[in-house]
């Protein structure tokens, strides 16, 4: 089966909060990446809305034209919003202010009762629901016992993994993957993948969808960055010469 790519904009925004102005808009880079063949769109909406605002949550939910994948924990004012504007997927996280990324998976087991009422609201909406955990076998029966849709397995271990500790983390995506997809659950995973070490878990069987972010963004500023200057540089010649 074909594996699903959705592409997280969230650091599209970070380059636009940064200055406080309206461009880069991630739903303009939305458009392009679903015009190059992204399947869908994933954003991570913060509480303290560090990168994606609810604007663009709203605006993408109309104008994505695949999945819409809502990133978010589970805080009432986020929980309140996905209600509101209905995105295909949410992804249930955990998330530290502190933070610097999503560092770890969600603790399904530990927060079986705060996460049980939250994904029923939002499957009782017509969302479905996927749950970011670590490839541990009681996350994941965890997981399954707490009625989510989908999980996504966290490859931050694997993505810094050397040595004999990659093979070691990506068997343990793969046993975790069998396990998930055994007990009927739908298998995403994601996290600190880049071109160079997605295809060891896109060689999973049973994974069926990836989000990747921050290796796109950047490989898209990277890549586009003579094509930027050149058109400065053209930019400039035309005021000089008064055109
Ligand atoms: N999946 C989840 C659940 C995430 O929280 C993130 C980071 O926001 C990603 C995937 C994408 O990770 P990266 O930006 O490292 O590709």
Redesign the pocket.
């Given at each position: 089966m074909r594996v699903a790519l959705h592409v997280?904009v969230?650091?599209v925004a970070t380059l636009r909060q940064a200055r406080g102005t309206a461009y880069p808009d991630p739903v303009e880079a939305a458009f392009a990446c679903e015009r190059a063949g992204a399947d869908g769109i994933?954003v991570?909406l913060r509480e303290d809305q560090r990168h994606i605002q609810p604007r663009d949550v709203r605006v993408l939910r109309e104008t994505v034209r695949g999945t819409f994948n809502l990133?978010m924990a589970s805080a009432d004012a986020t929980v309140a919003l996905a209600l509101e504007v209905l995105p295909h997927h949410v992804?249930l996280?955990p998330e530290r202010r502190e933070e610097r990324?999503?560092e770890g998976g969600l603790d399904a087991v530990g927060q079986r009762k705060t996460l049980g009422p939250v994904i029923a609201r939002l499957r009782a909406a017509g969302i479905k629901v996927s749950l970011?955990i670590a490839p541990d076998d009681a996350q994941i029966d965890a997981s399954r016992a707490l009625g989510a849709d989908q999980i996504?397995l966290?490859t931050?271990d694997y993505?810094n993994a050397k040595g004999a500790a990659l093979a070691h983390e990506l068997a343990a995506l793969a046993k975790g993957a069998a396990r998930a997809h055994a007990l009927g659950l739908r298998v995403a995973a994601?996290?600190?993948?880049t071109v160079a070490n997605v295809g060891a878990v896109a060689a999973i069987d049973e994974v069926v969808e990836l989000?990747?972010?921050?290796?796109?963004?950047a490989d898209a500023v990277i890549g586009g960055m003579a094509g930027a200057v050149r058109a400065m540089r053209r930019a400039i010649a035309r005021g000089r010469a008064g055109r």
């Open positions: 997280n969230d650091h994933t991570h990133e992804t996280v990324t999503t970011f996504e966290h931050g993505a994601g996290h600190g993948l989000n990747i972010g921050h290796a796109i963004v």
